[in-house]
């Protein structure tokens, strides 16, 4: 069983429509987290929810909305995509919040184009 | 905000050299991660170190953390067609909540 799983893997869109990335993890962690990865692999932190409670919110626009249904899912909602959308997205959860030694487990990652 | 310098960005070497990739902060680490991502998977922790002058082994892989937690290095011994990927390294933990900050990331391409 995978342990961070995320649909779909590949999504091809226009620009200003609206979108959603799944994300589920297997592993019982109390904290999930959302990451985008641009073209030249730099990979930057967009939000994480501990238990269901939002934790981090890295400015980004508010086009992007996170909901977590339970600890287990968070998914992410994109509004009116735009060019500079296109991205990789990984889903990551962790068992340890704030802890000196925490360890992420990522997702395969959402490669989203956006034309 | 806390910088990650990671260098070198892109490494394309010969099977069997040595590599050095090296991550340095203005500031003291509370710990560090490297992490390494294989092309259309996510990132993979390999190690985590936290004290200064700390020295980890993974097979071929070598991780230092400098005394002052300012700078860290991973050395590969070597190297394998199949240590080709993007290694990153990562500030973890601290008052963050969790939050990863991440270098730019190393290319490295091992030819066989």
């Known amino acids: 069983d995978t342990a961070v799983s995320q649909t779909p893997k590949y999504l091809v869109t226009q620009m200003g429509n609206d979108k959603s990335i799944k994300c589920e993890q297997n592993l019982g962690h109390d904290t999930m987290y959302w990451y985008k990865q641009d073209s030249k692999k730099f990979l930057k932190i967009m939000f994480s929810y501990n238990n269901k409670e939002l934790i981090i919110n890295e400015t980004v626009p508010n086009r992007f909305s996170p909901k977590s249904p339970d600890k287990a899912h968070l998914n992410l909602h994109i509004n009116s995509l735009e060019l500079g959308d296109s991205a990789v997205y990984f889903c990551?959860?962790?068992?340890?919040?704030?802890?000196?030694?925490?360890?992420?487990?990522f997702g395969a990652g959402t490669r989203l184009s956006v034309l | 905000t806390q910088l990650l310098e990671q260098s070198p960005q892109f490494l394309s070497i010969q099977e069997g050299e040595n590599l050095t990739v090296y991550c340095n902060s203005s500031?003291?680490?509370?710990?560090l991660q490297w992490y390494r991502q294989e092309p259309g998977e996510g990132p993979v922790l390999l190690v985590t170190?936290?004290?200064?002058?700390e020295v980890k082994k993974l097979k071929r892989l070598t991780f230092q953390f400098g005394d002052a937690r300012k700078d860290s290095s991973l050395h590969i011994t070597a190297a394998q067609p199949g240590d080709t990927g993007l290694y990153l390294c990562a500030l973890a933990g601290g008052t963050s909540y969790g939050k990863l900050t991440f270098g730019q990331g190393t290319i490295l391409t091992v030819h066989p």
């Open positions: 990551a959860s962790s068992p340890v919040l704030g802890s000196p030694q925490n360890i992420q487990y």
């Open positions: 170190v936290v004290t200064g002058g």
């Open positions: 500031s003291v680490f509370s710990s």
